[in-house]
């Protein structure tokens, strides 16, 4: 299973970017599909999730700014992000459990969102 994140790019403060990973290879099913961020000196964090069924969570700091969604047909997970802050500054990864026999996860090549003042 490959992931081909896209979308990273440099937006002033306040701007709004979108944000795609799509999935492909051997994929039977694929339930949890996400995205983390890691700023530079910092862990890596969770931004966002969204099951199988539809169910969302999100990190505090995004919540209603951020909003993630999944295209079933495409194997493609979406990360709307609005109303960028400078501190949203990191490499978002795009994380999947997806099953070609059994769930493994797996990380996408992460990609640079820049947001400046």
């Known amino acids: 299973v490959q992931l081909q994140a896209s979308g990273g790019g440099l937006v002033q403060a306040g701007g709004s970017l979108r944000l795609s990973c799509a999935a492909s290879?051997?994929?039977?099913?694929?339930?949890?599909m996400g995205w983390y961020r890691q700023a530079p000196g910092k862990l890596r964090e969770l931004v966002a999730y969204?099951?199988?069924?539809?169910?969302?969570k999100y990190a505090g700091s995004v919540k209603g700014r951020f909003t993630i969604s999944r295209d079933n047909a495409k194997d493609t997970v979406y990360l709307q992000m609005s109303n960028l802050k400078v501190e949203d500054t990191a490499v978002y990864y795009c994380n999947v459990e997806a099953s070609s026999g059994r769930f493994v996860t797996y990380w996408g090549q992460g990609t640079l969102v820049t947001v400046s003042s």
């Open positions: 290879g051997s994929i039977s099913s694929i339930n949890i």
């Open positions: 969204i099951t199988s069924g539809g169910t969302t």
